[in-house]
């Protein structure tokens, strides 16, 4: 069973960068459409950006300008550029599929915290 492990979480001043890290245990990022997701304390999980296959990005209005997904099909490893955060981005991000038929087992999810 393939497994997902999120990384690279922090503390940062508004306008400040992260760049997450999803590491897979097995080659999926060739097959799946993938994504990052988002819950913030009292709200559902949400989709920010997905990348599928072909490589084609797409992100939510909230985070587009600002985020940036790539993978590195070799490493197994996806990643999140995340740039000018605001406090709304504070939240526990998660990788896995984009698709509810293919879902992997969630991650323990890497916390993002904008604060000054």
């Known amino acids: 069973q393939v497994h997902l492990v999120e990384s690279g979480g922090g503390l940062v001043q508004p306008g400040g960068a992260l760049r997450l890290s999803c590491a897979a245990s097995?080659?999926?990022?060739?097959?799946?459409?993938m994504g990052w997701y988002r819950q913030a304390p009292g709200k559902q999980r949400e989709l920010v950006a997905s990348?599928?296959?072909?490589?084609?990005?797409t992100f939510a209005d909230s985070v587009k300008g600002r985020f940036t997904i790539s993978r590195d099909n070799a490493k197994n490893t996806m990643y999140l550029e995340m740039n000018s955060l605001t406090p709304e981005d504070t939240a526990v991000y998660y990788c896995?599929?984009?698709?509810?038929?293919?879902?992997?087992?969630w991650g323990q999810g890497t916390q993002v915290t904008i604060s000054s």
């Open positions: 896995n599929t984009v698709f509810p038929s293919e879902r992997l087992p």
């Open positions: 097995g080659s999926i990022f060739s097959i799946y459409a």
């Open positions: 990348i599928i296959s072909s490589g084609r990005t």
